[in-house]
């Protein structure tokens, strides 16, 4: 693992949408990322080379950002191949359909709580702290949620 002087940039749900977008804007502002998706392999590989077209180091994480110890896995990740984590943008909602959600006894709660208190914030913020107070030269910037 090398540091770099490059900001880095998680962005859970980083292939498509807002998160595409989000990501395509971190990299016009200089930042390295880390694509993350669940199940849009493809649409997470098309960012991740129209990143690295204006630029910047890029790589895509599969990871459920409903599993916390995934989403720390995920932050490692991005530690070893950046050298660095300043920004984790929680993008990446837990879906399904509704007829599924009123169909399973407790599954509304779960939708709900995986969207507005998803691990990924969570997670990655208590792998940063990990990652900091194990090195104390690793900078850490941000966490947008």
Do not use: H, W
Request: charged content about 20%; hydrophobic content about 40%; some cysteine.
């Amino acid at each position: 693992m090398t540091q770099s002087n490059t900001k880095a940039a998680l962005i859970t749900g980083g292939g498509t949408g807002v998160g595409r977008a989000t990501t395509l804007q971190l990299v016009k502002r200089g930042y390295d990322v880390a694509i993350n998706y669940s199940r849009s392999q493809d649409d997470a590989d098309q960012t991740a080379a129209a990143a690295r077209e204006l630029g910047a180091k890029a790589i895509t994480l599969a990871c459920n950002v409903a599993d916390d110890s995934a989403v720390r896995q995920m932050v490692s990740r991005c530690q070893q191949e950046f050298g660095r984590l300043d920004v984790v943008v929680n993008n990446a909602p837990v879906e399904a359909k509704l007829s599924e959600l009123y169909r399973k006894p407790g599954r509304i709660g779960y939708q709900v709580r995986t969207t507005l208190k998803s691990s990924a914030p969570a997670g990655a913020f208590k792998e940063l702290i990990y990652l900091k107070t194990n090195d104390p030269s690793m900078p850490l910037v941000g966490l947008l949620v």
